[in-house]
């Protein structure tokens, strides 16, 4: 891997603001993960219960995934290593629809 993964997915914030940190790791056949790359990202204003699109392009990264490992997408809305603004109690629901699926590019050498 060599770039910039981009992702695409559609949520659906039970709040009007909510923050999403996404996280792409290498995972091991033990299913141990090393971080690779991430993105923080806060949705303002949203309407609650009302589904929308997002692009997020994580940070750029150069990384060699060995043979046997896999990638893994991890979508969370807290991280402590950021000051996040999703309210306690909120949720955040991911889809696919088929008129807009869900995707992730990952970038290769």
């Known amino acids: 891997m060599n770039g910039t993964p981009k992702l695409h997915l559609t949520a659906k914030?039970?709040?009007?603001?909510?923050?999403?940190?996404?996280y792409l790791y290498d995972?091991?056949?033990?299913?141990?993960?090393?971080?690779?790359?991430?993105?923080p990202f806060t949705l303002r204003g949203a309407t609650p219960g009302k589904s929308l699109p997002i692009?997020?392009?994580?940070?750029?990264?150069?990384?060699?995934v060995p043979a046997g490992h896999h990638l893994v997408l991890v979508v969370?809305?807290?991280?402590?290593?950021?000051?996040?603004?999703?309210?306690?109690?909120?949720?955040?629901?991911?889809?696919?629809?088929?008129?807009?699926?869900?995707?992730i590019t990952i970038p290769t050498a």
Do not use: C, Q
């Open 27 to 39: 995972v091991d056949s033990l299913g141990v993960g090393s971080l690779i790359s991430h993105k």
């Open 13 to 22: 914030p039970s709040g009007p603001d909510t923050s999403l940190f996404a």
């Open 76 to 103: 969370d809305t807290v991280d402590p290593r950021y000051l996040g603004h999703s309210t306690i109690g909120t949720s955040v629901t991911f889809s696919s629809p088929a008129a807009d699926p869900s995707w």
């Open 55 to 64: 692009d997020l392009r994580l940070e750029a990264t150069s990384w060699e």
